[in-house]
């Protein structure tokens, strides 16, 4: 029986080859995009989730209300190992410092990486897999280290690094390699080395005056409630801790990853969105969807042709099982046929997709995840493709059905114009949301942010700012004609690099200590090298001795203070200590534009960072310059030199990632889209050959056979546009809201996109339907 069916599937295939050609293409289409994207949704859903004690491992966040700066992603350094000492639930806990490049030097070779100080709990919490070395001990010892495989590989090649010894280049001290760990995979936490917290006694102090804050991470006790610990810590801080009093709650490190974006401030960056994710789901099944519709129209199009066949079937005893089971077998025949194209189209186009995302996704056939993707895949479009006909085709009337007439309209014409207008829809649905996310790309690349982040080229230079070495460098850097300006001090954008400070006082009607202010600190460069626009006052000067204890502020923070006239004004600083307001600078963003612009004090001081403003177009000159004094210094570090405006672009890459991603399977989308409906037309007007012929006959002209063909489709498509056009509105005015700085939806993005979907489908369509219209009505009258 089964190989009956299986001919008679084959034989109906190559019965209508063009149509079958089509289906199998549009599928295999449709499956490749579906696939690739569910690997990216994958990846980025296993975030944090390999270990099995995820669900008991949690960050404490914490929350200083809606005024003073929402919720925070950092907490007192203290806390952890106070928090595990109170509450019996807790069994582990572990500081994490935000991870930053540090600078060892073994032998003549200099190990420059991203180094995070975690406690020795950490190994275990995070289920670190060790290499070489013992989980126990490796980070027992102040002065130890422990690093990634890939660092191991690339300082020491085949050597076995642990036990060998580094010089901190900072500060030389010796510190121990004490273990290698495989590389982090998939974790919210971003490191190359591993050393120990080491703070000073006051710092270990919750209820000290001087507080570091850090990312604190715990363990519970498998079993025990969340909600539960959560409620008990609440207020742990506002009773432990004079200087911090906010309250704390948990966060399941399972979350880190895709709920955090622009929740928490003084995040760790590189988190992804469950908004993407979300959104990058949906297109993976509306472009199966899509796919699926094409099989359906064509194959119940095609019923009347069928229609003898499974009447005979019928009158012969075949019940309507099986007749179902006929046409999925048929559907799922196709749809592996298509599955087979599929795998190849992913397998060449992988490392495309893998450029396109920034990541290194494979189908990994041992992998039981792998598969439940690709089984899913097959069953969906299996499944959503044969349905429809099957479940139709069994159900007609095996009398009528022998006479060659069916009581209902051939093929059910108005379900397939309902798939067609809902392939469109969603089609339109992607191009428009397409566009508004590269519109609103466009805004946040090209929107000025206040200062001039252009032809700015920085480096670090793990010194002390107060080094006589650094001034010399300036100096003499500053000799080179293409170098316009120098300026030592802290990154004006991005907010890992930005501190920030609280415990502020001053006269006024806004008084309060509880507002937090972020903290810049540069030289008296600072504000002619990235060109801030100056309010009132003026900028920190040399010669001004008093300017060591002034103050800057920006607009945001001239409100807050509240002063009538700022400049003059006196603020206390937490220590006791007063600085003056000389200067007002216009607010710039010096932080994503997903968030508000806050309040900003600027103080002089000079940072280890080099900023070098140089002449517009001199690069190819200058940066070799740079390299070629910093060089004659022999700094015990490499010369790391980065744009400052690809700092800014970073912080919008993963928007242009998803951006460039919804383009090209939009694309797609439509392409599908449309060959389902070259299918279609071709098959209707097929079906209508004789009446073509008998119009024709009766002096019907060909362009009004042409636009009889043609106009139903194009209504469809108006149709389509009319009804993806306000959820498409709907969605993306949500979605900007997750951006404090944002464009307007225009409406020449929606005229636009119904303008180039009708083009699209006329041509598609009108090829056609003009063969159709010019054919000789002598031999459409003898057709069939």
Same mark, same amino acid.
């Given at each position: 029986m089964f190989k009956n069916l299986l001919k008679i599937a084959f034989r109906n295939l190559t019965l209508s080859p063009k149509y079958s050609i089509l289906n199998t293409i549009g599928l295999s289409i449709g499956m490749a995009s579906s696939i690739l994207i569910l690997l990216w949704v994958q990846d980025e859903w296993s975030y944090d989730r390999q270990s099995g004690n995820a669900g008991n491992v949690f960050r404490v966040v914490g929350d200083r209300g809606i005024t003073n700066g929402g919720l925070t992603a950092i907490t007192p350094a203290p806390l952890a190992k106070a928090l595990k000492e109170e509450f019996p639930e807790i069994i582990r806990a572990s500081r994490c410092g935000m991870g930053s490049r540090i600078s060892f030097k073994t032998g003549n070779e200099f190990i420059e990486e991203t180094a995070m100080? !975690? =406690?020795?709990?950490?190994?275990?919490?995070?289920?670190? *897999?060790?290499? $070489?070395?013992?989980?126990?001990?490796?980070? +027992?010892?102040?002065?130890?280290?422990?690093?990634?495989?890939?660092?191991?590989?690339?300082?020491?090649?085949? !050597? =076995?690094?642990?036990?060998?010894?580094?010089?901190?280049? *900072?500060?030389? $001290?010796?510190?121990?390699?004490?273990?290698? +760990?495989?590389?982090?995979?998939?974790?919210?936490?971003?490191?190359?080395l591993l050393i120990p917290v080491k703070l000073n006694k006051q710092f270990e102090d919750l209820s000290g005056d001087m507080q570091i804050m850090c990312y604190n991470y715990i363990e519970l006790k498998a079993g025990i409630d969340s909600k539960f610990v959560e409620e008990k810590i609440r207020d742990f801080l506002i009773t432990h801790s004079s200087r911090v009093t906010f309250r704390i709650s948990l966060q399941n490190i399972k979350k880190i990853h895709l709920f955090s974006t622009g929740k928490y401030s003084?995040?760790?960056?590189?988190?992804?969105?469950?908004?993407?994710?979300?959104?990058?789901s949906l297109i993976s099944i509306f472009i199966l969807i899509i796919a699926c519709i094409n099989f359906m129209n064509l194959f119940s199009a095609q019923s009347k042709r069928r229609a003898k066949e499974i009447g005979l079937r019928k009158i012969s005893g075949a019940g309507r099982q099986k007749i179902i089971f006929q046409f999925l077998g048929e559907s799922f025949l196709i749809v592996f046929i298509a599955h087979i194209i599929a795998m190849i189209l992913v397998e060449l186009f992988l490392p495309q997709f893998n450029n396109l995302t920034d990541k290194h996704l494979i189908i990994n056939y041992k992998s039981a995840g792998s598969y439940s993707i690709l089984i899913t895949v097959v069953l969906f479009s299996g499944l959503l493709a044969g349905s429809y006909p099957a479940l139709y085709l069994s159900s007609l009337n095996p009398l009528v059905l022998m006479k060659g007439t069916n009581a209902r309209k051939p093929g059910h014409a108005p379900f397939r114009r309902t798939l067609v207008i809902l392939q469109f829809s969603i089609s339109i649905l992607l191009i428009i949301c397409t566009l508004i996310i590269y519109n609103q790309f466009d805004f946040i690349q090209n929107r000025k942010p206040g200062f001039n982040k252009d032809d700015i080229v920085y480096f670090t230079t793990h010194l002390n700012p107060d080094d006589p070495k650094m001034a010399s460098l300036k100096r003499e850097l500053g000799n080179f004609p293409d170098i316009l300006n120098i300026s030592l001090g802290d990154i004006p954008i991005n907010e890992k690099f930005i501190r920030n400070t609280d415990g502020l006082n001053w006269t006024g009607p806004e008084k309060t200590s509880d507002i937090r202010?972020?903290?810049?600190?540069?030289?008296?460069?600072?504000?002619?090298?990235?060109?801030?626009?100056?309010?009132?006052?003026?900028?920190?000067?040399?010669?001004?001795?008093?300017?060591?204890?002034?103050?800057?502020?920006n607009e945001q923070a001239a409100k807050i203070f509240g002063f009538i006239d700022p400049i003059g004004k006196t603020v206390t600083w937490s220590d006791g200590s007063k600085s003056t307001i000389i200067g007002v600078v216009e607010d710039f963003n010096y932080k994503s534009m997903h968030y508000k612009i806050e309040p900003l004090l600027f103080t002089l001081r000079a940072g280890a960072y080099f900023f070098i403003k140089i002449r517009?177009?001199?690069?190819?000159?200058?940066?070799?310059?740079?390299?070629?004094?910093?060089?004659?210094?022999?700094?015990?570090?490499?010369?790391?030199?980065?744009?400052?405006?690809?700092?800014?672009?970073?912080?919008?890459?993963?928007?242009?990632?998803?951006?460039?991603?919804?383009?090209?399977?939009?694309?797609?989308?439509?392409?599908?889209?449309?060959?389902?409906?070259?299918?279609?037309?071709?098959?209707?007007?097929?079906?209508?050959?004789k009446e073509i012929g008998i119009r024709k006959t009766n002096g019907g002209k060909t362009q009004e056979i042409f636009i009889?063909?043609?106009?139903?489709?194009?209504?469809?498509?108006?149709?389509?546009?009319?009804?993806?056009?306000?959820?498409?509105?709907?969605?993306?005015n949500k979605w900007l809201q997750n951006f404090a700085y944002r464009i307007q939806i225009q409406l020449w993005i929606f005229v636009l996109t119904g303008i180039f979907v009708i083009i699209l489908s006329f041509l598609t369509v009108s090829i056609q339907s003009y063969r159709s219209a010019c054919k000789n009505p002598v031999d459409t009258l003898r057709y069939e």
């Open positions: 100080p !975690v =406690d020795n709990e950490f190994l275990k919490m995070f289920n670190v *897999e060790f290499e $070489e070395g013992d989980i126990n001990k490796a980070l +027992i010892e102040p002065n130890s280290v422990v690093l990634t495989e890939r660092i191991a590989k690339k300082y020491f090649g085949n !050597v =076995d690094p642990v036990g060998k010894t580094v010089k901190l280049t *900072e500060s030389d $001290e010796i510190y121990t390699i004490t273990g290698i +760990i495989k590389n982090p995979h998939n974790s919210h936490l971003k490191y190359d003084e995040d760790i960056e590189g988190h992804g969105s469950i908004f993407y994710v979300r959104v990058l202010f972020d903290l810049l600190n540069g030289d008296a460069d600072y504000a002619s090298t990235f060109q801030f626009n100056l309010k009132e006052g003026r900028f920190f000067s040399s010669e001004f001795p008093t300017d060591s204890f002034a103050l800057v502020i517009p177009g001199t690069s190819e000159t200058t940066i070799p310059y740079i390299k070629k004094i910093f060089n004659t210094y022999n700094f015990p570090f490499r010369l790391d030199l980065h744009f400052v405006s690809e700092e800014y672009n970073n912080m919008y890459r993963n928007e242009k990632r998803i951006g460039k991603i919804l383009g090209y399977f939009s694309l797609l989308a439509i392409i599908v889209s449309c060959l389902g409906l070259v299918g279609l037309s071709a098959f209707i007007a097929e079906s209508r050959t009889l063909l043609s106009k139903q489709y194009l209504l469809w498509v108006s149709s389509s546009i009319a009804i993806a056009s306000p959820v498409a509105w709907y969605f993306m």
